[in-house]
């Protein structure tokens, strides 16, 4: 399942971080104290300064998951190990594609520390945690919401891989698809045509929902017949040709687990934004104001 990051999405919320140093905490959470340092230590290289602004952003960051490893730890007893920590930074490295003996580069790359990224694989063991408590109270739904849900939005659980030429105007696509019809390859056409990046690569879009493109073209990929030029289609981009090369449904059971799986995400979700506003947290005047409508943040002081 996929994982959710709280407070910010994937590693990129640890790439800078600085203020200036204090003997006054720069926070507290249920009483337990954020230090300047615990900031600045987040990253790989802390030397030089930045604004207030900047600083409170990954403060507020650092606030949310110390609510979160407090809330976690007394409702249910989730406490990672460093045994536990290490494995999630080696799925981590797994997952930029590196190994173990990469992990000093992958620092210096995100500028992250050691400790940084140790934080953040801590967090997500205990995001996996909390996804697992959670997700036994979970109801599965049944085949009939799941057919219900594909009858309402067939395009959102089907899976189509496309490409497309795009153009400015109708009668250069009525061109284009004469010269298909005389015998030119649909990828050369693209290729030499099309007004989009994607003609780089024979005008190949790629594999997903249809619910990623605009309506129109959307609604094409799932009528046209596979194989078979289509069009022109008119979007606010131009004029398309479009070939479907597959165009897969998923089965009702398949539906049923991806929105089971849906609804522990949102269930996690929501207990983790519950657990960050229900926080007691005070933020040291210099760094700013701590509020959580319409989201948790601290705003910079002035």
Not at 71 to 86: K, T
Not at 253 to 280: H, K, N, P, S, Y
């Amino acid at each position: 399942m996929k994982r959710i990051a709280a407070g910010a999405a994937g590693v990129a919320v640890l790439l800078a971080a600085c203020g200036g140093g204090s003997s006054d905490p720069a926070a507290t959470v249920n009483g337990s104290e954020i230090a300047d340092g615990e900031v600045t230590a987040l990253v790989y290289d802390a030397t030089d300064e930045l604004p207030n602004v900047e600083f409170v952003g990954y403060l507020g960051v650092l606030v949310q998951w110390k609510a979160i490893e407090q809330a976690a730890e007394a409702e249910f007893g989730i406490a990672p190990s460093d045994e536990d920590v290490q494995l999630e930074i080696e799925q981590i490295l797994i997952d930029f594609g590196l190994d173990a003996s990469s992990q000093d580069d992958f620092l210096v790359a995100q500028n992250i520390s050691a400790e940084g990224l140790r934080r953040y694989a801590k967090l997500l063991v205990i995001q996996d945690a909390v996804e697992t408590e959670l997700g036994s109270a979970v109801s599965t739904p049944t085949l009939e919401e799941a057919q219900q849900a594909l009858d309402g939005d067939n395009a959102s659980f089907t899976e189509v891989c496309s490409a497309h030429i795009l153009v400015e105007t109708q009668e250069e696509a009525v061109v284009v698809l004469e010269r298909i019809d005389a015998g030119e390859a649909f990828s050369a056409l693209a290729a030499e045509l099309s007004l989009d990046g994607s003609g780089a690569n024979g005008g190949d879009l790629g594999c997903g929902s249809p619910a990623q493109f605009v309506p129109t073209f959307a609604e094409a990929t799932m009528v046209a017949e596979i194989g078979e030029v289509y069009g022109p289609v008119e979007s606010e981009f131009g004029f398309h040709l479009i070939v479907v090369n597959s165009r897969t449904s998923r089965t009702t059971e398949q539906i049923q687990q991806l929105l089971a799986e849906q609804a522990i995400v949102e269930a996690v979700d929501g207990w983790m934004l519950a657990t960050v506003v229900a926080a007691d947290v005070v933020v040291a005047e210099r760094h700013g104001t701590w509020v959580t409508d319409p989201s948790p943040q601290i705003l910079p002081a002035t």
